[in-house]
Every structure is written in C-alpha cells, then in structure tokens.
C-alpha cells in the first residue's frame, strides 16, 4: 500500500527549500515567499507555505512581489507556483488582479526509483544516449520547443548548457531514430534530498505510444538510482501522468503555474 500522505510530506519538506531554484542568479526572500531570479528574464516564486496568512495578508503580498520584479527592467516574465493541497485562501483571485495568467494545472507525481527501473522494449531503430555536446543539447532543446508547439527558443539551449558547465549533476537523455532526435527528457538529482526529478518529458506525435517516453523515463530512474537517490518526482501533463502511473508513481497533489508578461 502506497503511503501517498508520507510522499506529499517529503514533497513539501524536501523540494520546496532551495531545491526548486537551482541555476538562479539570486533568490531573494518576502515573508514566506522565495522570489528566484534566472537568466532569460525569469522571475520564479514558490514558497514552503504561506504561514497561514489570510485573504487579506494575501491580497498584499502578491503586488508586493511582483513589485521585487517589476523594479529590475531585465525581468520581463514572472512565473508563481501554486499547489492545489496549499492553505492559500483568495490566492487565485489576487493572482488574477495583479495580471497572472493560470495555465493549465498538472499533476504531481511522485514514486520510488525502483519502480520505473524495468526494461521497455524499444522499436526498432531507436536508440537512447545521454547528451553533453553543445550541438546535442541544442537539437534537443530546439525538438522539445517544436513538440511543445513553441518558437525554438535559443535562450533555452543557452541556459541548459549553462547548467551543464556548473556539474551540478542534470543530465540530459534523448532517444534518437535515423539520426533525428524523437524523445528527449531532463535528470535533475536534488542535492540533499532522497529526490531525483524528470522533467522536459517530450515526444515527437509520430513516434509516441511506442514506448520510447517510458524507457526514456527508466534509464533516467536507473541513473537517479546510481546517484543514490530512491525517490522520483515529475509535474506531469495529462499525457504523461498515465506513463507514469503504470510505473508505479502516484498522483499526490497538482500545482497550477500563473504567469505575468511585463
């Protein structure tokens, strides 16, 4: 039996410090929350709990972050992340007057490593490698771009490789079919956690249901479990939770990111 409550805890005990914003050029502090500044323009807000404050404490603290923000002209998109089981009475509604935008929520999805260590048949042709090289990260990032139906963003590439040059243990892995990149995935161990996340989970239309995400996701959890790391955390699509639920992960919450353009 799957103690999902245990997994949420270690969630919100282990991933919501300084786990979430590795890579960030700063990351400052109001009340509760961690207002995380990264290369590109992007402002990132998250937060253990809101240290239950009320609508009306709410109401203020959100302007006043995206206050923090709007004074540095560098900063042209902000991102804050909510989670569905938060104590966060009249957060959506001042998300919303301050000129957020929700997307659509996904689920968090947690599971032991073991779980998704199988072997998945691959078709024929299809190969998985880990990527390092400049023009590798870029193909890659410029295929995920493509499949998440986005302009190919060379900022992005820039800012993996980036975090390639700090070694501070993500790791890229891509599936590759006559040459062309098909599936593509990111590792990201959490340092002083039990966790390892998968993130960047994207497959291109005419080769999915053929079991390359879910092998991709296996050798990745089979890397996470070299590094030490026993638990494996994703925010999944609709698309991918059902991939990981056959793997034995569980849904234990969502999150809803809301996005503010300058």
Do not use: C
């Amino acid at each position: 039996m799957i103690d999902t409550a245990h997994l949420l805890a270690a969630y919100d005990e282990q991933l919501r410090t300084d786990a979430e914003t590795p890579g960030a050029l700063s990351v400052a502090r109001h009340g509760p929350l961690r207002l995380a500044t990264f290369a590109g323009g992007r402002g990132f807000i998250t937060y253990r709990d809101l240290g239950g404050a009320d609508a009306d404490a709410i109401r203020r603290l959100v302007p006043e972050a995206l206050a923090h923000y709007q004074a540095n002209p560098e900063v042209d998109r902000v991102e804050w992340k909510t989670r569905g089981h938060d104590h966060a009475p009249g957060l959506h509604e001042a998300l919303l007057e301050n000129g957020f935008v929700p997307d659509e929520p996904e689920s968090i999805m947690i599971g032991e490593a073991r779980l998704l260590d199988v072997d998945v048949p691959l078709p024929e042709g299809v190969t998985l490698r880990r990527v390092t090289e400049e023009p590798d990260v870029r193909a890659m990032s410029a295929m995920q771009d493509e499949t998440f139906g986005e302009p190919v963003s060379v900022e992005s590439a820039d800012a993996l490789l980036r975090r390639l040059a700090t070694r501070d243990g993500m790791e890229l892995w891509v599936a590759e079919a006559e040459g062309q990149i098909v599936s593509a995935g990111r590792l990201e161990p959490v340092a002083g956690t039990s966790f390892a996340g998968i993130w960047g989970g994207a497959t291109r239309a005419e080769w999915r249901r053929r079991g390359i995400y879910r092998a991709l996701t296996a050798e990745r959890a089979r890397s996470a479990l070299r590094m030490g790391k026993t638990l494996i955390n994703s925010d999944s699509t609709e698309y991918s939770r059902p991939i990981l639920e056959r793997s034995g992960l569980v849904k234990v919450s969502t999150t809803t990111p809301y996005n503010w353009q300058r």
